[in-house]
């Protein structure tokens, strides 16, 4: 069986920047819909499309086809008595909505000093390019029921219709 549309596909990766520094790596594999769902990089997809079980890949992201450019307007500095209490460096913090949209941003607690938290909201591997490279390790046709549970389960549909 290959990958196509509709396939749930279970795949080992690891990312490294292009230096081959180990960036990222997952301890267990993940599964993810097939099919232009969003569930991964679309570049990664593509190179996907039509693997088979025990292939192999790697593929260089540009930043624009990976996290995106670092921003620096993403990082903000709060007083603590604003923040949940126990905060401490590596915490995340989600909730804060942009006025815009109905984004949540996740920041990332990335310094205390004194009274004030220093709050990041870029991905961590955002502004650099990445080498996406890893194993198929399974592939099986979805069934209708299996994409409606996860494509209801992503935007937070509890119902069962």
Partial sequence: MTITKDCLVTVDYHIND????????????????????????????????????????KIVLNVEQAFGQYDPELVLTENLSELPEGLSVGMEIDGYMDD????ITIYMVSEIDGDKATLDGNHPLAGMDLVFEGTVLD???????????????????????
Wanted: aromatic residues 6%; glycine residues 10%; charged residues 35%.
């Fill in 18 to 57: 292009t230096e081959g520094k180990l960036l990222h790596e997952e301890e267990e594999p993940i599964i993810y819909l097939h099919g232009n769902y969003g569930h991964i990089f679309k570049t990664v997809e593509d190179v996907l499309e039509g693997k088979s079980i025990g292939d192999t890949f």
């Fill in 100 to 103: 815009d949209s109905e984004d």
């Fill in 139 to 161: 592939i099986h046709e979805a069934s209708k029921e299996e994409i409606h549970e996860i494509l209801n389960h992503e935007h937070g549909c509890g119902c069962d219709h």
